[in-house]
């Protein structure tokens, strides 16, 4: 199977067929993404559009220099902030049963599958409290946490993708997880248990 990075260089080459099969394996990712980051499909669906859109049309500048996962999320998030920008952005009301396009709703990509049973009430309230405590990270903190704890970006990937140094990745993420720690102790133990098994999310070997 060809590379991200292959199958760039024969679409900058004239092989449209090429960009064809980029977005076959992105879209769902993105849209992913986007949904994260907004709660809105359909928000998550334009921008998605428009991230494919920018990627058509500086084809020609592409250099194969980074892994194409870190070129393809940095160019949606600057697609997210300019969509923040714009002013274009009011959250929806949220159904936790909704399937993304990963085939999870949002209550089971959010949450971290736990090994014993919980309470199922417990377990939503704790999701609608994650959501709105990633919901008042500051911009930069929420990138980081989303590319690394929902993405599965690895800090120097999140570096590249926000163009910062791994340190700075590392303090914000330190940040990030202990704002949310603070903000989720109205579920006691059990958002302490998921949290703790995240680890802060995946540093390199």
Same mark, same amino acid.
């Given at each position: ?7 760039? &260089?024969?679409?900058? *080459? =004239?092989?449209?067929?090429? #960009? ?8 769902? *990712?993105?849209?992913?993404? #986007?949904?994260?980051? &907004? ?11 428009? $991230? #494919?859109?920018? $990627? ?11 892994? #194409? ?26 159904? &936790? ?12 990509? /959010?949450? $971290? ?53 791994? *340190?700075? $990745? ?6 990030? &997880? ?6 989720? /102790? ?12 995240? =680890? *802060? =999310?995946?540093?390199?070997?």
């Amino acid at each position: 199977m060809k590379t991200d990075a292959e199958l760039m &260089l024969e679409f900058k *080459g =004239g092989d449209a067929s090429a #960009f064809d099969k980029l977005v076959k394996r992105h879209e769902v *990712g993105l849209i992913n993404y #986007f949904y994260r980051m &907004l709660w809105d499909r359909a928000s998550a669906e334009d921008l998605t559009q428009e $991230v #494919f859109i920018k $990627v058509y049309t500086h084809a020609q500048s592409y250099e194969p220099r980074a892994k #194409f996962a870190t070129y393809i999320y940095r160019i949606a998030r600057n697609c997210w902030i300019d969509h923040l920008r714009r002013g274009k952005h009011r959250r929806k009301d949220l159904s &936790l049963d909704a399937e993304t396009d990963d085939e999870f709703s949002l209550y089971d990509s /959010v949450t $971290v599958q736990a090994d014993s049973p919980i309470d199922v009430a417990r377990k939503h309230e704790f999701v609608e409290h994650l959501i709105e405590a990633i919901d008042s990270l500051p911009e930069q903190q929420k990138s980081c946490f989303i590319l690394s704890e929902i993405r599965n970006m690895n800090y120097s990937e999140v570096a590249e993708t926000l163009e910062i140094p791994v *340190g700075t $990745v590392k303090s914000r993420m330190h940040n990030a &997880l202990k704002k949310l720690r603070n903000m989720l /102790v109205r579920t006691e133990k059990l958002g302490e248990e998921i949290l703790e098994s995240q =680890g *802060g =999310g995946t540093e390199d070997e």
